[in-house]
């Protein structure tokens, strides 16, 4: 899977093997469907499915355009800014 020039000079952080949810949405109570994390600073947000999508929310405010999934057994990263999923790890 190609990678952008955004992974360029970026310390990639690495997705944890559990999170306890969507961080903003644990402190409104709100449910979400799939959770990714930023790999620039390693928030933790919902995905463009669920109804609040904390992550892409993450990436507008803040500029960082890298995630990853953060659900079991899945490897993958994602640059919004180009729209290209690559395989992390």
Do not use: F
């Not at 093997?17 to 449910?31: H, I, P, V, Y």
């Amino acid at each position: 899977m190609p990678r952008c020039e955004h992974y360029e000079g970026v310390e990639i952080l690495p997705v944890p093997g559990e999170t306890a949810g969507c961080e903003e949405c644990l402190k409104t109570g709100d449910s979400w469907v799939h959770l990714r994390m930023c790999l620039q600073c390693g928030q933790v947000g919902c995905c463009d499915s669920s109804p609040n999508r904390h992550a892409r929310k993450h990436h507008e405010a803040h500029s960082h355009h890298l995630i990853g999934s953060a659900e079991p057994g899945e490897t993958w990263g994602y640059c919004y800014i180009h729209d290209i999923y690559t395989q992390l790890g």
